[in-house]
């Protein structure tokens, strides 16, 4: 549990779950207040909304990955075309003037 809000960005201050639990609960609007019964609880409001963000940063992490990795396979494909066309270029030789 503790790992679930850590990947989004909360973390424990000391060993205060409680308070963690709290500052996540306040952020996303699961509770209004710090002093709304429930807050600091890892209650079902606050497993789904947990889940739902978990969820959408996974998701947001597989299109980050499929994105780099159409990037990197354009790039190999650009890579591959540029140096054939180098090799072609250089097979040319050296300009020569023509003389009169």
Do not use: C
């Not at 709290?22 to 429930?38: H, N, P, Y």
């Amino acid at each position: 549990m503790i790992a679930a809000f850590a990947d989004l960005g909360y973390s424990l201050s000391g060993n205060d779950t409680k308070a963690m639990i709290t500052e996540f609960q306040l952020e996303q609007k699961v509770i209004a207040s710090k002093d709304e019964e429930g807050a600091g609880v890892y209650g079902p409001r606050t497993r789904a909304m947990l889940a739902l963000l978990t969820e959408k940063r996974n998701a947001e992490l597989a299109a980050a990955e499929q994105a780099r990795n159409l990037l990197l396979t354009d790039h190999d494909a650009w890579e591959k075309q540029y140096k054939q066309a180098e090799t072609t270029v250089t097979s040319f030789g050296q300009p020569q003037l023509k003389e009169k």
